[in-house]
C-alpha cells in the first residue's frame, strides 16, 4: 500500500483557509477510492454482489452502505466509492468478479476531489452557478447527477435535506469550491 | 423643508426622514421614498438634460421606466459610477452624488446646443449622407466628432467596485408586475400553494393603486387594500415578493432575466452584498400584468421643460406630494387627464385650461372638471410653446371641422401636460415570440396567441378599468396556477369603487397648421426624432417601419420607443393613407430596460472568470519561478528563467541540459482516456488510422485520428495494458473533443461493440524525465521495472511502483532524446517530482517548460496538432502517411482520403525551412512565395508552422506547409517580410539525429 | 435556454448538452462501396428545415448519453426526445413522409 501521507488533495489550501460561514459550510470529503464501472446489464448484478450495494438502476440515484456508496451516472455508467480504502485492492476484487463480463472498470480515484457544501442556504449558494432546481421535490435526498456548476461539470449528490456533495475533477475543484466561496460572502 | 413645490401633506414619502442629495455638484433636499426626479421637481428643477443630437434642454417627462430625457450619471466615484440611470427611477439616499449628461460645460449653457443652428443639415439619414467623403476622415474625423457632440453619459474608467451575483431559480408561476392586475393574480394563484414569484421593477410594489386617491377594493381604500394584499401575500411561504426587480428579458422555453436592485438605494451599503442580482428564473407558468404607459402627444416643440406626462404629474401629486409646477395647462386626447386636473388641483396647482383634441368631450369627468371651475376647450390643439430652459407659455387654436386650425392664443403656464391615451407593456409579451395583434378600438397592438406557457392580464393587455384589470388579474392568476398543476386557486371577484377613464387615444402628430419643414414636433425624445424626420424618411422611398426605424433612429433609444413607437406608426400610417397594421411593427428585443453589464459578467471576473487549471506540480513550478502560459484552460510552466535570463537564455539552456544529460518536464495536461472491452481492439482501429491488432500489451504505438472529412484531428501515444485494455493519450486540448467524438461513435454507430471509454486526463500526473541520463535518474527509484534498453525498449510501457506509488511508466520521447513518461496518481505526483528532482540532482536534471519541449520536438520534426495542422491538413499533408494501416478496410476518414481533392499533388507538404542566413529566425505564420518580387497579390505557396532558435544545432530551424512541397525539397522560396524577403531553403523536416539512435539509447 | 429532456434524467437546461446536427444520417456501413457524390453528401448535405427538425443532443454534463429532439426551428419548441437508435417518431401534423 502506497504512502498515503504523501497524496495531495487539490482543495487542501483552500480548506485549511476556509471561512466559517453556518448557512452554507465549505468543508473538504476525506480521500475516497473511486472505481467507475461501465458495462452490459447482464455485469451489473455482479458488480453490485461485488461492491457489496446493488447498483442503483433507477437514474440519478445513489445507495449507500457504510463507507462505501454507489452512484447512478448514466445508464450504463456507476460511480463506485469507498472512503478510506486503498483503491488497488478493491479494483482488484471487483476485477476478478467481473472477469468475463462484458464491461469496464477504471480506477479514477485521483481524478476527482470532492467536499460538502451544507447549511439552510446550501440550495441557494448552489444554485449560483448550477441551473438545476434544487427543491426537495425535483432533488429529492438520495439524488446524484453530473451537472454543470459556472464553467465546470460537477457530479452533484444530496445525502441530507441540507448537505450537498461536490465532486469536481482536480483542476476544476479550486475554482468550483472558490466560485461558492464568492457566492456565500453574501451569507458571511 | 425638502423643496418649495412640495405640498403640506400627502404622498408616500416619509416626511420626517430628510435626504440630502447633490445634482450638478448642487446639494438638494429630499424625503425618504422619493426619486431623484420627485426630489428635483419639489425642488423646482425640471431641466435635466441635453438631448442627444441637438442637445436641446429637456425635462423629466415621466414618472418611471419609459423616461427618455431625464438620464443622469449617478456615483461618488467612477469606481462606483453609473451613467444613463433614469432620475425617474433613481432613489434618493444620503449623500447621492447625481449628475447631468451630454452638456458642456454645464446644463444652463451648454456648448453642444449650436448643433440647433445646424439643425437643417441633421436631418434623417444625415449620419450616411454627410459624413460619406472623403473616406479617410471617417475614423480620423468625423467617427471621434460625433462620438464626443451625439451620446448619452459617459463610460466610467475605473473598475466597476462593486459585486454582482447570478443565481438560477425555479417556480410555479411568475408574476412579472405588482400593480392592480399583479397583485390580484398573486393573490389567487398563490393561494393554490404554487411557488410564486412576483416581481416588480419598483422600490415599491402596487403599480397605479400607489397614486390612487379614491378608489375603494372590498370596501377598502386602494392604498390600504394595497397595503393588506402585499401583506398578506408576504405572510405565504410559498410567495416571493422582489420588489426593485426587472424582468428585462424572456428567453425560450419561459426562462426570465430578472435584474434586482439590491444596494443601489442605501446610503451605506452593506458591502457583502451584491449590487445587483440576476436571477435566471425558469417558470412553469409566467402572468404578465406589466401595465400600460401614457403616450405623449406630438405638436411643435413638445419637449421643453415643463412638459410632461398627465398621468406622471398625478403620480408625482399624489404618490410623492410633489406639484410639478404652479400652472399647468392640459392637452389630451382622452379622460384620464381630466382625472389628473382633478388630482392636481386638489394638491394646489392652478389648471389654465385643458385643451381637448376631441371634438366633443363629454361624460363624468369632463363635468367633474368643469364643475371644478377648469377651462375645458374642446376641438382645441397645441401649437407651440415657448421658453428657453423651461416652458413659460403654450399657443391654443382651436381645431375646425375640416382639420384647420383657427387664431391661436397664448397661453401662460410652468407646465404642459399631455395625454395621447395609454400604450398596453407588450415588450415581454413580443420577446417570448407571441404574435401581436393590432386593436383598431384601442388603436394599439395587443397579445395575441401564446407560443410560451404565459398569460397577459390586466392593462397590458388592453383592459383598463380598475375592477375589470382586478379581475381579469385574479382569473389570470387562477388560470396559472391550474396550468403548473395547481387546483385551488382563488378566482373571485372585487368590489370596486371607481370611474371608468374610458380608452381614449390618439397617436401621430396633433393637427398644428405650422409649416411642415419649419415646426419640429419631437416623436422620439431620446433620439432627437422628429415628425419631420420620419416624414422625410417616407418621401425618400422607406415604405417598412422596420427600414424607417432605422433610417431614423426612431424607437432604438434606450428606451426601445417605449414612448414613441405608436407615433411613429401612427404617422407613418396617416401619410402613407395604409391603415398601422400594414405599417407593421417593430421586434421588442432584451433587455426591457437598459442592464449593467455588471450582471451579465456576475461572478466571473478576475480569477473566477474561467476555471484555472492547475496540476498537481503547478506550485512546485511557481517556486521555482516558473514563467506560465495558458493552453487552453490550463496553466503550463511556460520556461523556469534563472536569475537574470531572459526566455532566449532560459530556453537555450534548457534545451542543452535536456539533449546532453536529463530534463524533467511537467506532462500532466496531456489528455488520458482509458479504452476498456474485450473490443477496445476493434475501437481502436476503426477511430486511429493506425492497426493496433498486433500491438502487443506492454508496447507504445503513436496514433492518428481524422475526422470522417479526412482532416487531422488528434495525436497521441497509446499503450496497450492488456489485450482489452488501451491507455490513449490525446494532445491538451483535444481531450474532450477525442472523447465526445469516440463516444459518439460508439454510442450511435456502433452500439454492438463491447468497449467503454473513461476520461482518466485527471487520474494521472505525468512527469517526463527525458535526456541520456533519464535511465540512471529513475533507476532507484522504481520497483519491479527492469528499465534497460533490452528489458524495455522505445515505445514500450511497464506497470509497477515508482517511489512506492503505482506507476504506469512509458517509455516515450517527444525529444528525440532517451526518455520515460512517469504516470502517477494525480494525488501522489508533486511527491513523486519532487523525489525523481532530488534523484536527479547529481546528474544536473533541469525542469523545462512547453517553449523547450517545443524546440527540442521541432527539430526531430515531431509536428503539434493545432500547430502544423489547422483542419485542413491530412496524414499524408503532414508525412503521416507511415502511420496509416493500408490493410485496413475502413477507419474514421479513411472513405474521405481518397477524394479526388484529398491527392492532389499539390496540396500543401510538410516541409523543413532553413534559413540561408542561419541567424534569422523567421516568423511563424508568415507566407511563402516564389518571387518575391511579383506584383501583389502575390501567390503565396504556403506559409511557415513553427519557427525556433536551435542552440542544439546553433541556428534558426522552421517547419512549414508549401504546396508540393516535398517535389520542392532543395528549393529555394521567400518569405516576404516588411524589412524585404529571407531566402529560405526547402529541406527534410527533421533537423536532428534523422536516425533516431538517440532515441533508442 | 432551452429546456430539454433528457432521456434518462428528464428535463434539464440547455447549458448540460452539447449539439450533436442533425439525426438519423447513419454512417455508411460500407464507405468504400460509395462514390465520391454519394460520400460528399454523407459527410456535408443537411436538410436544415424551416419547421420542425430531428437533431441530436447530447448530455455532456449529464448521463453522457446521446440522444434525439424533435425542435421547431422557429419557436424552439421541443415536440418531443427519444433514444438514440430509436426512429422519428411521427408527428399528428407531421403527414407521412416523417417516419423513417
Request: aromatic letters at 8%.
Amino acid at each position: 500500500m502506497p504512502d498515503l501521507a504523501i497524496r495531495e488533495n487539490s482543495l487542501g489550501r483552500l480548506a485549511s483557509a476556509a471561512r466559517t460561514i453556518p448557512a452554507a459550510m465549505l468543508t473538504v470529503l476525506p480521500d475516497a477510492a473511486k472505481l467507475l464501472f461501465r458495462g452490459r446489464p447482464s455485469s451489473i448484478d455482479a458488480a453490485g454482489k461485488a461492491f457489496g450495494i446493488a447498483l442503483p438502476m433507477e437514474a440519478c440515484r445513489f445507495a449507500t452502505s457504510g463507507n462505501r456508496t454507489a452512484y447512478w451516472l448514466g445508464p450504463d455508467e456507476w460511480l463506485l466509492q469507498a472512503v478510506g480504502e486503498d483503491s488497488a485492492a478493491l479494483f482488484a476484487g471487483l476485477a476478478a468478479a467481473l472477469a468475463g463480463h462484458s464491461q469496464s472498470l477504471v480506477d479514477v480515484s485521483h481524478r476527482s476531489d470532492a467536499f460538502a457544501l451544507s447549511g439552510p442556504q446550501a440550495a441557494y449558494i448552489l444554485n449560483h452557478g448550477c441551473p438545476l432546481d434544487l427543491s426537495l421535490q425535483t432533488f429529492p435526498v438520495g439524488m446524484c447527477t453530473r451537472t454543470i456548476f459556472g464553467k465546470a461539470t460537477i457530479m452533484l449528490s444530496r445525502p441530507a435535506p441540507e448537505v450537498f456533495h461536490i465532486d469536481a475533477w482536480r483542476s476544476f475543484a479550486p475554482y468550483v469550491w472558490q466560485l461558492l466561496d464568492e457566492a456565500r460572502s453574501e451569507l458571511a | 423643508m425638502s423643496g418649495r413645490f412640495r405640498t403640506p401633506s400627502g404622498g408616500r414619502v416619509d416626511r420626517r426622514r430628510t435626504i440630502r442629495f447633490t445634482f450638478d455638484g448642487k446639494s438638494y433636499q429630499g424625503f425618504e421614498g422619493d426619486t431623484l426626479a420627485s426630489a428635483l421637481l419639489a425642488n423646482g428643477v425640471h431641466l435635466v438634460g441635453r438631448s442627444f443630437k441637438y442637445h436641446r434642454p429637456r425635462g423629466i417627462v415621466t414618472a418611471g421606466s419609459d423616461e427618455p430625457n431625464a438620464l443622469v450619471g449617478v456615483g461618488v466615484d467612477d469606481a462606483h459610477y453609473t451613467p444613463n440611470l433614469r432620475a425617474t427611477q433613481v432613489e434618493i439616499y444620503d449623500g447621492l452624488v447625481a449628475e447631468s449628461q451630454n452638456r458642456w460645460p454645464s446644463l444652463n449653457f451648454d456648448v453642444g446646443a449650436v448643433n440647433e443652428v445646424f439643425a437643417p443639415f441633421l436631418s434623417a439619414g444625415f449620419y450616411y449622407k454627410t459624413f460619406m467623403w472623403p473616406r479617410a476622415a471617417w475614423a480620423k474625423l468625423y467617427e471621434p466628432l460625433i462620438r464626443r457632440a451625439a451620446g448619452l453619459g459617459r463610460a466610467p474608467e475605473q473598475p466597476d467596485a462593486d459585486r454582482y451575483t447570478q443565481v438560477y431559480a425555479h417556480c410555479d408561476v411568475l408574476i412579472v408586475g405588482a400593480g392592480p392586475a399583479g397583485l390580484a393574480a398573486a393573490l389567487a394563484t398563490s393561494a393554490s400553494g404554487a411557488k410564486v414569484f412576483v416581481c416588480d421593477e419598483q422600490a415599491e410594489m402596487g403599480g397605479s393603486l400607489l397614486a390612487e386617491k379614491t378608489a375603494v377594493i372590498d370596501g377598502l381604500l386602494a392604498a390600504d387594500w394595497t397595503a393588506k394584499a402585499l401583506a398578506d401575500l408576504a405572510a405565504r411561504t410559498n410567495v416571493t415578493l422582489m420588489p426593485r426587480t426587472t424582468a428585462f428579458g424572456w428567453y425560450p422555453h419561459n426562462f426570465l432575466g430578472l435584474c434586482e436592485r439590491i444596494t443601489d438605494h442605501v446610503a451605506k451599503a452593506d458591502p457583502k452584498l451584491p449590487r445587483e442580482r440576476l436571477w435566471q428564473v425558469r417558470a412553469k407558468e409566467v402572468v404578465l400584468a406589466t401595465g400600460a404607459l401614457e403616450r405623449p402627444l406630438v405638436f411643435p416643440d413638445n419637449d421643453r421643460p415643463g412638459i410632461m406626462m398627465a398621468e406622471a404629474a398625478r403620480i408625482y401629486a399624489n404618490r410623492f406630494g410633489v406639484k410639478p409646477g404652479d400652472k399647468a395647462l392640459i392637452f389630451t386626447a382622452c379622460d384620464s387627464a381630466y382625472r389628473a386636473a382633478l388630482d392636481l388641483k386638489a394638491a394646489g396647482v392652478a389648471i389654465a385650461a385643458i385643451a381637448d383634441l376631441r371634438a366633443a368631450p363629454g361624460g363624468l369627468w369632463v363635468d367633474r372638471a368643469r364643475a371644478a371651475g377648469i377651462d375645458v376647450r374642446a376641438a382645441t390643439v397645441v401649437t407651440g410653446t415657448s421658453g428657453r430652459l423651461r416652458i413659460d407659455s403654450v399657443s391654443l387654436a382651436k381645431l375646425g371641422p375640416d382639420g384647420r386650425t383657427g387664431a391661436s392664443e397664448t397661453i401662460a403656464c410652468d407646465l404642459l401636460l399631455m395625454s395621447g391615451g395609454f400604450t398596453p407593456s407588450v415588450h415581454l409579451f413580443s420577446q417570448s415570440r407571441g404574435k401581436l395583434v393590432y386593436d383598431e378600438a384601442l388603436q394599439a397592438y395587443l397579445p395575441g396567441a401564446s407560443v410560451e406557457r404565459e398569460r397577459s392580464v390586466g392593462a397590458c393587455r388592453g383592459i383598463s378599468d380598475l375592477d375589470t384589470v382586478l379581475n381579469d388579474g385574479a382569473a389570470g392568476g387562477s388560470g396559472a396556477a391550474q396550468a403548473a398543476g395547481f387546483a385551488g386557486a382563488l378566482g373571485g371577484t372585487f368590489a370596486v369603487h371607481t370611474d371608468s377613464v374610458g380608452t381614449d387615444g390618439f397617436i401621430g402628430v396633433t393637427p398644428h397648421g405650422g409649416h411642415p419643414s419649419k415646426t419640429r414636433a419631437w416623436i422620439d425624445f431620446q433620439n432627437d426624432v422628429t415628425a419631420k424626420d420620419v416624414k422625410l424618411a417616407i418621401r425618400e422611398g422607406f415604405r417598412s417601419i422596420e427600414h424607417v426605424k432605422r433610417y431614423t433612429t426612431t424607437g432604438m433609444a434606450t428606451d426601445q420607443g417605449k414612448t414613441s413607437n405608436m407615433n411613429a406608426l401612427g404617422l407613418v400610417s396617416e401619410t402613407l393613407q395604409i391603415p398601422v397594421p400594414q405599417v407593421g411593427l417593430t421586434t421588442f428585443r432584451p433587455p426591457y430596460t437598459p442592464t449593467t453589464f455588471g450582471i451579465f459578467a456576475g461572478q466571473s471576473r478576475g480569477d473566477l472568470f474561467d476555471p484555472l487549471r492547475q496540476t498537481p506540480i503547478h506550485d512546485w513550478a511557481v517556486a521555482q519561478g516558473a514563467v506560465f502560459e495558458d493552453v487552453s484552460l490550463w496553466k503550463r510552466a511556460h520556461y523556469f528563467p534563472r536569475a537574470g535570463e531572459d526566455m532566449h537564455a532560459a530556453v537555450a539552456r534548457e534545451c542543452k541540459a535536456t539533449r546532453q544529460a536529463v530534463g524533467i518536464f511537467d506532462a500532466t495536461t496531456l489528455g488520458k482516456i482509458e479504452v476498456v472491452g474485450k473490443d477496445a481492439a476493434e475501437l481502436m482501429n476503426r477511430m486511429y488510422t493506425n492497426a493496433w491488432t498486433k500491438l502487443e500489451p506492454g508496447r507504445l504505438r503513436y496514433g492518428v485520428m481524422l475526422r470522417e472529412d479526412g482532416f487531422v484531428m488528434d495525436d497521441g501515444v497509446v499503450g496497450r495494458m492488456a489485450p482489452d485494455r488501451f491507455h490513449i493519450t490525446t494532445t491538451t486540448g483535444g481531450a474532450p473533443r477525442v472523447l465526445a467524438m469516440m463516444e459518439d461513435y460508439i454510442q450511435t454507430e456502433w452500439p454492438d461493440l463491447d468497449v467503454w471509454l473513461t476520461s482518466t486526463t485527471e487520474e494521472w500526473a505525468v512527469i517526463a524525465v527525458q535526456g541520456p541520463l533519464a535511465r540512471k535518474v529513475l533507476e532507484p527509484l522504481v520497483e519491479d521495472i527492469d528499465l534497460s534498453r533490452e528489458a524495455m525498449p522505445h515505445m514500450s510501457v511497464r506497470e509497477g511502483k515508482i517511489c512506492g506509488v503505482p506507476t504506469r511508466l512509458f517509455r516515450v520521447s517527444f525529444t528525440g532524446e532517451l526518455g520515460f513518461e512517469v504516470n502517477v496518481p494525480a494525488g501522489y505526483g508533486r511527491a513523486v517530482w519532487e523525489a525523481i528532482f532530488a534523484a536527479g540532482k547529481p546528474y544536473g536534471i533541469t525542469p523545462y517548460g512547453t517553449e523547450t519541449m517545443h524546440v527540442l520536438r521541432a527539430e526531430k520534426g515531431f509536428i503539434i496538432v493545432g500547430q502544423e495542422t489547422d483542419g485542413t491538413v491530412t496524414p499524408d499533408d503532414a508525412g503521416l502517411s507511415w502511420a496509416i494501416g493500408k490493410a485496413k478496410k475502413d477507419f474514421v476518414g479513411k472513405r474521405s482520403l481518397a477524394r479526388p481533392a484529398m491527392t492532389a499533388s499539390d496540396r500543401k507538404q510538410l516541409v523543413g525551412l532553413l534559413t540561408v542566413n542561419p541567424k534569422t529566425v523567421l516568423e511563424e505564420g508568415a507566407q511563402i512565395v516564389a518571387d518575391p518580387a511579383q506584383p501583389i497579390p502575390m501567390t503565396m505557396l504556403g506559409h511557415v508552422t513553427s519557427s525556433y532558435w536551435s542552440t542544439t544545432l546553433d541556428r534558426s530551424i522552421a517547419l512549414a506547409l508549401v504546396r508540393g512541397g516535398r517535389a520542392r525539397i532543395g528549393e529555394r522560396l521567400s518569405v516576404p517580410m516588411p524589412d524585404g524577403p529571407i531566402t529560405v531553403e526547402l529541406v527534410e523536416p527533421i533537423f536532428y539525429d534523422p536516425k533516431g539512435a538517440r532515441l533508442d539509447a | 435556454m432551452l429546456l430539454i429532456t433528457c432521456p434518462h434524467c428528464g428535463p434539464r437546461a440547455e447549458l448540460e448538452f452539447s449539439y450533436g446536427g442533425e439525426a438519423h444520417i447513419a454512417r455508411p456501413i460500407d464507405p468504400t462501396g460509395l462514390d465520391d457524390e454519394a460520400w460528399a453528401t454523407f459527410l456535408y448535405k443537411r436538410s436544415n428545415p424551416k419547421g420542425v427538425h430531428a437533431e441530436r443532443w447530447r448530455h455532456l454534463h449529464g448521463c453522457g448519453r446521446f440522444f434525439n429532439v424533435l425542435r421547431d426551428t422557429i419557436s424552439d419548441t421541443i415536440v418531443t426526445t427519444y433514444p438514440a437508435g430509436q426512429p422519428r417518431p411521427a408527428l399528428p401534423s407531421d403527414g407521412k413522409e416523417n417516419a423513417r
